[in-house]
C-alpha cells in the first residue's frame, strides 16, 4: 500500500472519530453551560459553569437513582452470570437424555420477542407483591438468560475433557469440578458475561417503565425520562438539566468501556462470527 | 463393570440436570408459560382489575381495522428498511478502513464503539437535541455546506430518516464482527486475485464479500429483528407523561404501540394479540432470511 493512500486512510478514520465522539464533546460542553447557550453550537462553552450539576441533584434525587441503578445492576449482573454459568456448564460439560433439545429451546427462546413475554411477566410479578420494587428489574436474572448461556458454553467447550476426568479421578465432586477446576479457567468469558449484562441493566428503559411507579424507586435512564418528561418538551425549560443528567447516566458506562474494552470487543467478535 | 458405568452415568445426568435446573424453572416460568399465556390472552379482553373474559378472535379482527396497527406496522418496516441497509452498509465500510489502519486501529476501534455504550435514553435525548431544526447540531453541520436542513424532530416524514440516522450513531458492534470476519478472510485469496489482476472492487466483489458473507447475513437478520422491536430511543424522544404536543404518529413503532395498549390503556388482551402479531412477523422474517442464508452464504472450508 503507498504511503499517500495510508495517509489517506488515516484521514478517513480520524474524520469518522470526530463524527463519532463529536456528540459526546457536544453532551459535555452543554452541560457545563449556562441554560441561555445550551443550544449555541460551540464546542467551547463561552461561560463555563458546574451550576447544572449542582442543581440536577437539587431539581432530582439524583444520589437516589444512581443507587437504585448500582444496585439493580450488580444483583443482575451476578445473578445473570452465576446462573448462566451453571447452565451452560451443565451443557457443555455432560451428556443427558434431551440434551440437544433442550439446548435447542435455549437458542429458540433467543428469537422470542420481548413484547409476547411482557405482559404474563408483568401478571406473574404483580402476583408476587413486587410491582413498584426493583426485584422484577434483576429478579429474572436469577435463572439464566439464553444468550449468555450461549456465549458461556462455547468457552466451556474449549476446555479440554481430560482436566474434568482427572479432577473426577482425584475425587472432585461434580460442584468441586465446576467451581475449583471450571470457573477459574473460564474467567475471560464470566467477564465478557457480566460485562454485558452489567451495561444492559444500566440502561434498561423498558421494565424500569413497567414496573416503577414512585420516583424514589427510580433507575438513571428511568429518572431521566422523568426528567424530559417535566422539563423537556417545548424546549424552552430546563434542556441543561438534562443534557447534565445524560451525561451522568452516560459517564459509568464509558468508563466501563475503557476499563473491559479488550474483553468486550472479544465478546462481541465472538458471537458475531461464530 | 457395565454397572459401575451405568451408575456413573446415572450420577451425571443428576449432577447436570441440577446444573440445568435454574434454566428449567426460568424456562417454564419466565418463557414457556408466558408466551401460551400471552396467546391465551390474546383471545380476552382483560383490564388486570376484572379477570379475563372470553371474546374469541374478536381482538385479532379488531385489528384488522385499527388504523394504528398499519401505521405502526408501516413505520417499524419503513424503519427497518432505512436504518439496517445503511447501519450495514457503514460498518462495512468503516471495517475495511480500520482493516488498512495498522497500529492506530485499537485507537480508532474505541472511538466507533463508545457510543454503543450510550445508554438508549440519552441516545433518546440527542435525537432532539442534535436533530432539533432550528439551533441542532445537524442542520448546522449541514448548513456549512449550503443545505437547509428538515425539521428532522417535528416534521413527519422526517422523523424517521432522523431515527435511522442517529442509529447509524451505534453501530460499534457491527463495525467489530465484521472487522474479525474480515481478518478471518486467508490473505493468499487477495494476493492470488492481485496477481490474476483483479482491481480493487473485483477483488471485494469476488473475495471478500463471498467470504465475509455469513457474519454478514447474521448481522442482517439480528439488526432487522431489532428494528422491529426499537422502542426506548423512539419512545423517549417522541412519546411519554407530559409529551402531547408533538404530532408523534410518524415515530410510533410497533412495540411502542404494544406498549401502550397493555401498560398505558390497560388494554392486556389486545396488546396480547399485537405481541402475537409481531411474534409471527419475526418468525417469518427469521426463516425468510435463513432461506436466503442457505441460498447465498459462503461458508469456508469447516472454519464455522
Redesign the interface.
Known amino acids: ?1 503507498s504511503a499517500v493512500r ?1 495517509w489517506l ?2 484521514l ?2 480520524c474524520a ?2 470526530l463524527v ?5 464533546a ?2 459535555v460542553s ?1 452541560s457545563l453551560k449556562p441554560r441561555s447557550d445550551v ?3 460551540k464546542l467551547i462553552p463561552e461561560v463555563v459553569t458546574f451550576d447544572n450539576y449542582v442543581e440536577v441533584w437539587q431539581e432530582a434525587p439524583m444520589a437516589l437513582w444512581l443507587a437504585n441503578t448500582l444496585i439493580v445492576t450488580v444483583l443482575a449482573t451476578v445473578t445473570a452470570t452465576f ?1 448462566s454459568a ?2 451452560a ?3 457443555a ?5 434431551g ?1 440437544d433439545i ?1 439446548f435447542g ?2 437458542l429458540a ?1 433467543m ?14 410479578w ?1 402476583q408476587l407483591g413486587f410491582v413498584g420494587t426493583l426485584v422484577p428489574l434483576w429478579g ?1 436474572n ?3 438468560s439464553a444468550f449468555y ?1 450461549f456465549l458461556l458454553r462455547q468457552f466451556f467447550l474449549t476446555l479440554p475433557r481430560e482436566l474434568f476426568d482427572a479432577a473426577r479421578v482425584d475425587g472432585a465432586s ?1 460442584w468441586q469440578s ?1 467451581w475449583r477446576v471450571a470457573v477459574p479457567l473460564t474467567r475471560p468469558a464470566l467477564v465478557v458475561t457480566a460485562v454485558f449484562e452489567f ?1 444492559a441493566a ?2 434498561d ?2 421494565r424500569p ?2 414496573y416503577l411507579r414512585d420516583s424514589s424507586t427510580f433507575t ?2 428511568r429518572g ?3 426528567m ?3 422539563f ?4 424552552e425549560w430546563h ?1 441543561e438539566l ?2 447534565t443528567a ?1 451525561v451522568i ?2 459517564v459509568p ?2 468508563v ?2 475503557l476499563v473491559a ?1 479488550r474483553q ?2 472479544e465478546g ?2 465472538t ?4 | 463393570m457395565s454397572e459401575a458405568r451405568g451408575r456413573l452415568r446415572n ?3 443428576r ?6 435446573s ?6 417454564l ?3 414457556a ?3 401460551v ?2 396467546a391465551y ?1 390474546s383471545l380476552t379482553d382483560y383490564d ?1 382489575i376484572n379477570d379475563p373474559t372470553f371474546v374469541g378472535t374478536e381482538n385479532y379482527r379488531e385489528m384488522l381495522t385499527d388504523d394504528k396497527v398499519t401505521l405502526a406496522l408501516g413505520n417499524t418496516a419503513i424503519y427497518a428498511v432505512l436504518s439496517v441497509p445503511f447501519q450495514l452498509g457503514v460498518s462495512l465500510a ?1 471495517a475495511l ?2 482493516q ?3 497500529r ?1 486501529r485499537g485507537l ?8 454503543k ?6 441516545i ?3 435525537v ?3 436533530l ?1 431544526g432550528q ?1 441542532g ?1 445537524l442542520n ?1 453541520s449541514l448548513s456549512w455546506v449550503g443545505i437547509d436542513g428538515p425539521n428532522w424532530t417535528t416534521d413527519p416524514p422526517w422523523v424517521k430518516p432522523g431515527l435511522a440516522l442517529m442509529s447509524l ?1 451505534t453501530i460499534g ?1 457491527e463495525i ?6 474480515l481478518e ?1 478472510v486467508p490473505r493468499e485469496l487477495w494476493e492470488a486475485a492481485r496477481v490474476d489482476g483483479a482491481s480493487w472492487w473485483g477483488r471485494f466483489r469476488h473475495v471478500t464479500l463471498p467470504m465475509i458473507s ?2 454478514l447475513y ?2 442482517a437478520l439480528v439488526d432487522t ?1 431489532a428494528a ?2 426499537s ?2 430511543e423512539a ?2 424522544a417522541y412519546f ?4 402531547s ?2 404530532g408523534n404518529d410518524a415515530a410510533l413503532f410497533y ?1 411502542i404501540y ?2 401502550q395498549q ?2 398505558e390503556f390497560l388494554h ?1 388482551g389486545y ?2 394479540a ?3 402479531l ?2 409471527l412477523v ?2 417469518v422474517v ?1 426463516a425468510g432470511q435463513s432461506a436466503l442464508t442457505r441460498r447465498y452464504v459462503f461458508y469456508y472450508g469447516d472454519q ?1
Request: glycine share 8%; net charge positive.
Open positions: 500500500m495510508r486512510v488515516l478517513g478514520l469518522f472519530s463519532f465522539l463529536y456528540p459526546f457536544w453532551l452543554a443550544f449555541d453550537n446462573s451453571l447452565v456448564w451443565a451443557f460439560r455432560y451428556r443427558f437424555p440434551r433442550l429451546l435455549v427462546s428469537m422470542i420477542p420481548q413484547a409476547v413475554t411482557m405482559i404474563p411477566t408483568y401478571l406473574i404483580d429474572g436469577l435463572f439464566g448461556i461434580h465446576f451495561q444500566w440502561t428503559l423498558m417503565l413497567i438513571i435512564p431521566l425520562k422523568a424530559l418528561d417535566q423537556g418538551f417545548g424546549g434542556w438534562i443534557v445524560s447516566s452516560t458506562m464509558i466501563l468501556f474494552q468486550i470487543v462481541i467478535a458471537t458475531g462470527t461464530k | 450420577g451425571d445426568t449432577a447436570a440436570f441440577l446444573f440445568l435454574p434454566w428449567l424453572v426460568g424456562f416460568l419466565w418463557t408459560y408466558p408466551v399465556y400471552t390472552l388486570v468503516l478502513l480500520l488498512r489502519a495498522g492506530a480508532f476501534r474505541t472511538a466507533f464503539f463508545l457510543p455504550m450510550t445508554p438508549p435514553v440519552a433518546g435525548v440527542l432532539l437535541l442534535l432539533n439551533s447540531l448546522e450513531w458492534a467489530i464482527i465484521l472487522l474479525a470476519a478471518n455469513g457474519p447474521f448481522l429483528i422491529f422491536q422502542f426506548t419512545y423517549t411519554g407523561a407530559g409529551n404536543t408533538y412495540v404494544v406498549f397493555a401498560f392486556m396488546a396480547a399485537l405481541a402475537m409481531l411474534f419475526v418468525l427469521t464455522r
